[in-house]
């Protein structure tokens, strides 16, 4: 059974940097074609994909916010570390860890089958 | 940047069919998925690969993609089925990208 959990804090001052983890069960970060990644979603918004990390460690960033943003992980702890710097109010959302199957016919393509619960992240001073 | 538009509501009564767009230019050479998000949870993935159900998906839901569109189609619309759904792909200029999502609403 695939889980996925996100732990951190719910409450962080604008300015300060939000550290979230995620910790994964069911597969291991280091099976081929699979990932993890993070998605947001402000409150009655969409739904806004941040970063993501494979196994062989390719990771990518959303252009709007790469600058902010920092990805890894520990295979060996199952977990996926996002940190964004600089935390403003309008960074107040639900962050969702998703796992990431990539799949290929001709080219590769990436879809997120499981997802955590999220956590609500606001930031308020 | 890349851009996927959704209607922002799609109405249908129960027992009906439900058709939401995605809308993208040339959406037909990428690859769609579609989530389903009731209030207050995470998204389901309910269709990958342009029409692919992952297991458990109920085959009342099935998708296409050709030309600037395309289509999540929920037959046998049911109450369950109330929820907002979102479609994504992924584009070399924007990543993964989500359309705005549309919430079903059954009558």
Known sequence: ?125 | SYVLTQPPSVSVAPGKTARITCGGNNIGSKSVHWYQQKPGQAPVLVIYYDSDRPSGIPERFSGSNSGNTATLTISRVEAGDEADYYCQVWDSSSDHLFGGGTKLTVL
């Open chain 1, 1 to 125: 059974q695939v889980t996925l959990k996100e732990s951190g804090p719910v409450l962080v001052k604008p300015t300060e940097t939000l550290t979230l983890t995620c910790t994964v069960s069911g597969f291991s970060l280091s099976n081929a074609r699979m990932g993890v990644s993070w998605i947001r979603q402000p409150p009655g918004k969409a739904l806004e994909w941040l970063a993501h990390i494979f196994s062989n460690d390719e990771k990518s960033y959303s252009t709007s916010l790469k600058s902010r943003l920092t990805i890894s992980k520990d295979t060996s702890k199952s977990q996926v570390v996002l940190t964004m710097t600089n935390m403003d109010p309008v960074d107040t959302a639900t962050y969702y860890c998703a796992r990431i199957s990539r799949g290929y016919s001709g080219y590769d393509y990436d879809y997120f089958d499981y997802w955590g619960q999220g956590t609500l992240v606001t930031v308020s001073s």
